[in-house]
Each structure stands twice: as C-alpha cells, then as structure tokens.
C-alpha cells in the first residue's frame, strides 16, 4: 500500500499532526522547489523524507507564531509611534502654550 507521506511516518494523534502540520507544509514546498542542481535536490528530498526535521520545522514555526502573537497582543508602544493601543496625548503646560491646548490635547 502506497504512503502519502514524504517522510514515511505512521498517523498519530489529532494534536500530533496539527502540531505537525507547518512542518510538513514547509517541506512539502520546499521539496517541490529544491532549487537548482543536483545537490540541492538530494538535500531537499532527505529534509523531507525526514521525521525530526519536519518535527523542528513545526516546532520552530509554532514558538515565532507565539512569540509574535505575544508581541501583537501585549500592546507595546513607544512614546512616539504606537504598534498598538491609543497614542500619548501631550499637553503644553507653561503660560505661553497654555492657550494651544484644546479637549484632544493639543
């Protein structure tokens, strides 16, 4: 019976292969685009046919999707630019900016 799977591995459980997912949609990529010559297609058929590199591929694809879910949901600005959130609101507080000041802040 013919395998589906470029690294010949058995099905496991259900969160086994969605952990396992973007890995294998990597190297499925990149084994259909191995670049050119000889070497790199020899390269690119082992990576794929390789259970610990699919493996690494899933597991490195999901701790930066963490991390930048992380950094979009902490709400970190700068005092100048905003990424998320409302930007400061200064108000000129000596005597001679005091009549620039309105109810936005400025």
Do not use: Q
């Amino acid at each position: 019976m013919a395998n589906n799977r470029l690294d010949g591995s058995e099905r496991g459980s259900f969160l086994y292969e969605v952990f396992t997912l973007p890995g294998r949609i990597i190297l499925w990529f990149k084994y259909m685009n191995p670049g050119s010559g000889y070497e790199a297609v020899k390269e690119s058929a082992r990576r794929a046919k390789s259970p610990i590199i699919t493996f690494f591929y899933s597991l490195v694809f999901w701790l930066l999707a963490i991390f930048f879910g992380c950094i979009a949901l902490s709400g970190c600005t700068t005092e100048t630019t905003p990424i998320l959130g409302t930007p400061h609101t200064h108000y000129i507080d000596d005597e001679y900016g005091a009549e620039y000041n309105d109810d936005n802040g400025f």
